[in-house]
């Protein structure tokens, strides 16, 4: 079991050298500041091809290109984007980000373990192949895909724990440009 620790630190936080190396870092803050500088982001979504609730709907709206194709591949017959899948959208300027195929619907049922096992797994080979060193994610599965979060952070620790990468994790959402973000780190 980890040991965790909450404290206060300046956001100038560059990839992990290999004397310090820590895979998996917890953290409370705006996800879309950015101010870990992950070069991708990824979210867990619905195969009906829509964005309108929660997180997914603020990468909708900084992502509408991606939505549109993201939509496109739910709605192909036969449909492009299915449960456990990742699929990597990559814009100029901006994080690129990983569509995690993790729920069948957006409100009738719930995302699945193995669907958000599966969807991280593809995410981890993507990145590697894309050499993507850093990557932030929400908490994925456990809004309105209504997964236990001790659950789901046990998926996430199995699967990234040997990266060579560094995953931030947004344990939660603070608003406000602050300048100083929640870490916690293992010990």
């Known amino acids: 079991m980890l040991h965790l620790l909450y404290y206060l630190k300046e956001v100038s936080r560059s990839p992990p050298s290999e004397n310090e190396y820590v895979a998996i870092e917890y953290i409370s803050d705006n996800l879309f500041e950015n101010r870990v500088g992950a070069e991708a982001f990824g979210h867990g979504c619905n195969l009906q091809g829509s964005m309108g609730a929660g997180i997914a709907k603020s990468f ?18 036969p449909r492009q984007f299915n449960l456990g899948d990742s699929f990597l959208w990559k814009e100029e300027g901006k994080p690129w980000v990983f569509n995690l195929g993790t729920q069948e619907h957006y ?38 895909g209504r997964l236990s979060w001790k659950k789901v952070r046990t998926i996430i620790e199995r699967i990234f724990d040997d990266w060579s990468g560094m995953l931030y994790v947004y344990e939660k959402y603070v608003p406000g440009n602050t300048g100083k973000i929640n870490r916690v780190i293992p010990n």
């Open 107 to 144: 409100w009738r049922t719930r995302a699945s373990y193995e669907a958000i096992e599966a969807s991280l797994e593809k995410m981890k080979r993507q990145a590697d192949e894309e050499s993507i060193r850093m990557v932030a994610i929400p908490q994925i599965g456990t809004g309105y």
């Open 60 to 77: 909708k709206e900084r992502y509408p290109q991606m939505y549109e194709e993201y939509r496109r591949r739910c709605k192909a017959q």
